[in-house]
């Protein structure tokens, strides 16, 4: 019987094997992971920190118990250091014993993921210092809050999804929160107008947010706190003038090629391992998916931006091929939402800076204020919304949202992105016949209303 | 220049009016309406009734000075009685006075809408038997309402969207409500599996629900009450044995086609005015848009399906056009909300029944229980999810949605419409690249989660 492995318990690999599983009940799956987490919620672990999950287990999609009975192998603490191609097997290191061994093959899959970047002068991993990526660094994380006294200073390094919600989590946890952001505002996956709502909602809720701010080292200070250096303006870096009982490091993400490229594997775009919509590396019966590889996106061509919605596709598609199957990565169009506070941001296709460098296109951006349901009755919250378009065809080309957590703004992007992936222009997302009641929404939804603003933009423009 | 006149003052008449004076700031724009309540919201009845809105004149979309200041001539009161076709003017009675005049076009817009059906055996509009479908029927109501003392007996007869809102209405003015509806279970808009969960939400609020229930006849009790008289199951019609201070009748419209057809327009299917997809009757410089025209279906081809958002989309497309554009009415899928007490019911395309009856489809429907966002995450709640898909071609044909009003039903049924629009399959549901975060969705979101178990049903079956 064909012997399916998967390498890496996160999304694609238990993706790939539940595929796989789905389609052939018979089939003989494997899933190999460095550590004891099989299929954890790693974009679970700022609401463990905040306690609103109460236990780390809780974060679990599937237990291993459910894994396995669903027919999955599953081999935890079993590090994969080397793929045999010839021999189809991957050599191994077991975590606790440090033993060497190895595990065949017919198809494997590569996903590895990715790894928090480690920038110059912060010294990520000293007591204090604590990046947070995995289940470890949360655990580690989850143990140096506990150990603090309510009102200790905390700084997030990064304001990116994972930094705004762990300034969340930290408030919740009484802390004092100072947030470092590079860019003009926090949450750079939005035009700067529209992340400077989220900006504000961030200072609204009590934490000090110093923009346009670059660590540029750390040094220890007394009783084990840290000194935060960074250049930026004046106002901002006096945020940094005491010491920080502990420092969460933030910054973002590489891809983690090297078992692919011992492999044979090629990498592409942002040095992520090259793969083709089938998931295939080009090495013979090694496939790859989720953040270790590049993403088909469905504006930009091939291009590489690691998402837990990618990964789980990308890995179905991987376990339905490893069996035979001729299935295609549809591609993204790189839709993502956070929460915050009492904001939800959202975003899907490109930003107005990214449609600028697209080929053959004159973007144009707008952003249009709409209620999220007709003002009369009870609730109705202002939508702020961005959308960018291509001025010669009139093509969506994307949109941004902001607004509360009651409005509905995650399924609202949702809109656009299922627009985004059928090609439509702006004229066609005022065509599609979405749903209305007076305390959900308008007779034109507020995606509408920002559709024809931007077409009236294009108009009065011409 | 060019005179545009728009007949009736709801969605058509106004959507065309303001698209016209939006493409040409110079045009000139009439709207002539029978009564004095220029672009109100009809969907928003319920909540003015149930306190939920203060002031009736709330329930204006734009007042008639916003309208005015939009440059669009408003006739209020004024009903057009016949049109002269080739004299190009529109006969009319003043609604006060009854005096005779006219008016002159070069286009036309007839935009009459709907009325209430009047079945045997009701005799709507006697004292405490009355409709609800214009401003006027809605004061009466109002005025009933507010004279009942708290715990009088109000019967809703028709348990469609206006009938189960009024319900909720009634029930938070402190009124003992029944509803009597001829189906198996409130909400005929889904199939009764879901419709289910409606009746059960209503019931759990207090109101008396007598399905399967047929309305024969009223007859005048002591006080001016009413004994309702109806045919069904002993246990239904037992709610009926007292007398009902006020009864609602919500049974559904017709659509107005006296004004075009006395032009010489021709009807079409259920008996609405025939247009083609510009919103051309064939009858020189005469159009007509709303609940008074045929419905072009993207499904089902052409049908009547009135709905505020069709409206808006088609006197939009008529406006346009009436300036010598040449827009095109994209097609409705039938997307509809309605929020029950707690609970928000959605639908979009066709219900099993419906996707029976279409040509060249084997319609399978499936019903899956997900939820709307990680279980981890407070306040997570079950969305049931009903697809409707072709097993030939995987097509996705309808879907519904039942669950809690915090669980973005409204948009998820968005999600569905756009990919309706599309014409996608429901493994395309699957490849969509929709929004991720722990407190708001799933990284397949339960939309895909449903889209997966209805491809896994029909492989099943295959």
Known sequence: ???????????AGIAAALRARELDPSADVTVMLADSY????ICGIPYWISGDVAAESDLA????SDLEAAGIRLLTDTRAVAIDVD????????????ASSHVSYDEVLIGTGAHPVRPDGIPVGEPGVLPLHTMADAEAVHEAVAALAAGARVAVIGAGYIGLEMCEALIARGLDVTLVQRGPEVLSTLDPELGALITGEARAHGVAVATGTTVTSLTPDRGGTWLVHASGPDSSTNLLDAPFSLVIVC???APSTELAVSAGAELGSHGAVAVDDRMRTGVPHVWAAGDCVVTHHRLLGLTW??????????????????????????????TQVVKVFDLVAARTGL??????????TTPLSSITIADDHKAYYPGAVPLSIGVTGDTATGRLLGAQIVGHRSAEVAKRIDVFAAALHAGSTLDEVSDLDLSYTPPLGSPWDAVQVAAQAWERERRERA
């Open 251 to 253: 910054l973002g993400v």
């Open 87 to 98: 021999g189809r097997r991957v050599e191994t290191v077991h975590a606790a014993s440090g």
């Open 38 to 41: 099989p299929n954890y919620s």
């Open 305 to 334: 931006l690691p998402l837990g919605t990618t990964a789980h596709k990308q890995g179905r598609v991987a376990g339905e091929n490893m069996l035979g199957g001729d299935r295609r990565y549809a591609g993204s169009v790189g």
């Open 61 to 64: 999609h599937r237990t291993g």
């Open 1 to 11: 019987m064909t012997h399916l492995l998967a390498i890496g318990g996160s999304d």
């Open 351 to 360: 930003r107005d800076r990214d449609a600028a460098d697209l080929p053959g």
